[in-house]
């Protein structure tokens, strides 16, 4: 399953960028989006980070 965000409850903090910058970055609407999926773990300590969790990690 691929890790997504959801950009209706993301307030774009960008702790996930800054966690996990392989899997996230911010985008022009000032929302994360994944950039690549990867299986480091580090996009499950985003998602555990993410304040609204907005993240999913299958
Ligand atoms: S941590 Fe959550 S709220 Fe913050 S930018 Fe990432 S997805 Fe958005």
């Known amino acids: ?13 960008g702790a996930c960028a800054s966690i996990c910058p392989d899997a996230f970055k911010i985008n022009e609407e000032g929302k994360s989006e994944v950039v690549r999926q990867e299986n480091s773990g580090c996009a499950k300590n985003a998602a555990e980070s993410c304040p609204v969790q907005a993240i999913k990690v299958e």
């Open 1 to 13: 399953m691929p890790t997504t965000v959801d950009k209706n409850l993301c307030i774009g903090c």
